[in-house]
């Protein structure tokens, strides 16, 4: 049964970093793509990151380029996401999801059938 569990999230001053991580189990993690998701209530989950099986081929929402980077461990089948130059407007819920994406498609939500319960990044002085 596939498994993600993301872990990292927490209450941080604006400017300042995290790291999320994403461990996956139950699957593949090689043959799986990764994105990264955030939500707050009210509003639809939205993309901000995803990366390819290989880790070849890697997008980001125009919101955090230059702030946040995706990565990934096959060791350790984990992904991550490391947030530096943290908002207020970048709080929300991080997901993180798997699915055999292609890239053009990889920060579409609908596209991955394999979730994590997700974690609260909060960005508050």
């Known amino acids: 049964q596939p498994k993600l569990v993301e872990s990292g999230g927490g209450l941080v001053q604006p400017g300042r970093s995290l790291r999320l991580s994403c461990a996956v189990s139950g699957i593949t993690f090689d043959h799986y793509a990764i994105g990264w998701f955030r939500q707050v209530p009210g509003k639809e989950r939205e993309g901000v990151s995803c990366?390819?099986?290989?880790?070849?081929?890697?997008k980001y929402a125009d919101s955090v380029k230059g702030r946040f980077t995706i990565s990934r461990d096959s060791a350790k089948n984990t992904a991550y996401l490391s947030m530096s130059s943290l908002k207020p407007e970048d709080t929300a819920v991080y997901y993180c999801?798997?699915?055999?994406?292609?890239?053009?498609?990889?920060?579409?939500?609908?596209?991955?059938?394999?979730w994590g319960q997700g974690t609260q990044v909060t960005v508050s002085s």
């Open positions: 999801a798997a699915d055999h994406v292609p890239p053009s498609m990889c920060t579409l939500a609908n596209e991955y059938g394999y």
């Open positions: 990366i390819s099986m290989s880790g070849e081929r890697i």
